[in-house]
């Protein structure tokens, strides 16, 4: 066998398109058949499909032409598709099912088929459905008769299956290099602001004080968690369908564990059935980006509140807003908005293939041709997200002076007033807590922060209060005296900052 012929594609190598090569979806349709072929005769009976062989004597009706073909959105899958394909026929050939001279052709004719796909050269016509049945086609357009021994021991049901497989890795593996810069540009932005003192919120009622960089570090809490739930996710999915044949298996002598580590798989998938029929990786893959979704959400409508007239917390540059056609003034935060508008998209990605999914009894429907479309989506909608989110997080830019005075309002030291009494009167802390309470109560009908009280006007309160407890008083003292473990003080961040990029390194 020569050289080429013995060619494995490269682990990882399968990156995903992210944008479907040729022609725009108006123009595919406007080319999607030859002349001759536009206008058939009112008369005539449409063409029998290549595909089903002698079984049909004609073709579909053009209404399940046009349900049943997936060409306008899974033309995208080509390189996985080509990579399955050289891998499929690189194993024929070892196993004696394919001659040296017919898997050369076939491996030389898929590198053509490859490079015209990307370069935006191939006609998709909807009469031959998938880009499996394009890539063949075209195949047998180059190098002729062999290009037909390529499908021996395989179905398009395993086919897919493994496009799917090795599409939702890459996607996986991208979005992880996105969310990892995010990762980073929190963790730059809540190095900086480790002593911003900002107001903390529960109920959106301002409740204790806390740091800038505190409340970021929240959010690299959580993503964390997500890029390990895509993790986890992409560990499942990294088993190879190819081989299950359409759904019984293949009576050919193949080799399934050298397909999967020709594209990357730690094993092929051990039951037939499963191989084709499932697609729960898809699932966990769509509720991991669901749940990803939600926190960059989350993120966004802070975001959005902290630049509102209300908070005045931040600024964004012209960079990641918008302005208004009627009104001037405005700085609009459109890019926040979308990313928590496409949480919704994702989050309907994983519902509309749950119940695809939920009442299919085993095993390949062509209802699992709908698993194609939420996943695109949903990757498309992430990456898109996680790296709008990167961006703004590092173009805002901090209002101190604002965080610090809305902290101070409204009492926010109140909890460190009672803990104090705690401390260093020994009282209970439900007693502390009542005379903290009377305090406020004391301050707010003077209109005065706690801090302005005299000592002798707390002492009517409790009096064993001393002057120490000016100490306390202040949103700085405040946070700074949080040391506990995961607490606000600007040495936790700190400490934490540095963690999570010792983290990230190993």
């Known amino acids: ?68 073909a997936s060409i306008g959105f899974d033309q995208r899958l080509y390189r996985q598709d080509i ?7 690189v194993m024929l050939v070892r196993q004696g099912i394919v001659s040296p001279k017919d898997g050369e052709a076939i491996l030389r004719g898929l590198d053509q088929v490859m490079a015209e796909i990307a370069a935006g050269e191939m006609v998709f016509r909807p009469e031959l ?30 086919q897919v299956a493994l496009d799917v497989h090795l599409f939702a890795r890459d996607a996986v593996d991208q979005l992880q290099v996105a969310l990892a810069d995010l990762l980073e540009a929190l963790l730059d932005k809540a190095e900086a602001e480790a002593a911003t ?10 409740a204790q004080p806390v740091t800038f960089g505190h409340h970021l570090m929240a959010y690299v809490e959580m993503l964390e968690r997500d890029r390990g739930r895509l993790a986890d996710a992409r560990r499942r999915l990294n088993e190879s369908p190819l081989g299950a044949a359409a759904l019984a298996g293949t009576s050919f ?71 208004s056609s009627i009104m001037p003034q405005k700085k609009n935060p459109d890019a926040a908005e979308l990313v928590k508008g496409k949480a919704g998209r994702v989050i309907g990605d994983f519902t509309a293939l749950a119940m695809t999914m939920k009442g299919l009894p085993l095993t390949y429907g062509k209802d699992m041709q709908e698993d194609k479309e939420p996943l695109f ?35 926010s ?11 260093k009167v020994g009282l209970p802390f439900r007693q502390a807590h009542h005379a903290t309470g009377a305090l ?50 600007p040495a936790n961040v700190a400490r934490a900052v540095q963690e999570a990029r010792e983290r990230f390194l190993r």
């Open 1 to 68: 066998m020569s050289s080429k012929a013995k060619r494995r594609p490269a682990a990882g190598k399968t990156a995903a398109s992210k944008s479907s090569p040729g022609p725009s979806s108006s123009s595919r349709r406007a080319k999607a058949s030859p002349a001759a072929a536009a206008n058939p005769p009112a008369n005539a009976a449409p063409a029998a499909n290549a595909l089903w062989g002698g079984r049909f004597a004609s073709g579909p009706a053009a209404i399940m032409a046009e349900i049943n």
């Open 83 to 89: 990579a399955g394909s050289m891998a499929h026929c």
């Open 129 to 158: 459905e998938d880009i499996h049945m394009h890539v063949e086609a075209r195949l047998k357009e180059i190098i002729g008769e062999p290009a037909g021994r390529l499908h021996t021991a395989r179905s398009r049901n395993d």
């Open 197 to 206: 003192v900002m107001p903390g919120y529960t109920h959106l009622q301002a």
């Open 253 to 323: 002598p193949i080799d399934r564990d050298m397909t999967a580590r020709a594209l990357g798989f730690a094993r092929p998938m051990r039951n037939s059935m499963d191989a084709v029929a499932s697609r729960d990786f898809v699932l966990e893959i769509l509720a991991a980006g669901s749940i990803l979704s939600i926190h960059l959400s989350r993120l966004a409508e802070e975001i959005i509140l902290w630049m509102s007239d209300g908070f005045r917390f931040i600024k964004l540059s012209d960079a990641f807003t918008t302005g």
């Open 377 to 411: 989506d949903a990757a498309d909608s992430l990456e898109l997200g996680v790296a709008a989110m990167a961006g703004m997080i590092r173009d805002l830019k901090a209002n101190p002076e604002r965080m610090r005075a809305v902290a101070s309002a409204d009492y």
């Open 413 to 423: 030291v109140a909890t460190d007033l009672a803990d104090w009494l705690v401390r």
């Open 440 to 489: 406020v109560a004391m301050a707010a009908a003077k209109d005065l922060p706690l801090d302005r009280l005299t000592l002798q006007q707390m002492q009517t309160i409790e009096p064993k209060i001393t002057r120490d407890v000016f100490k306390v008083l202040t949103v700085e003292a405040s946070v700074a005296a949080r040391r506990s473990l995961g607490g606000t003080a």
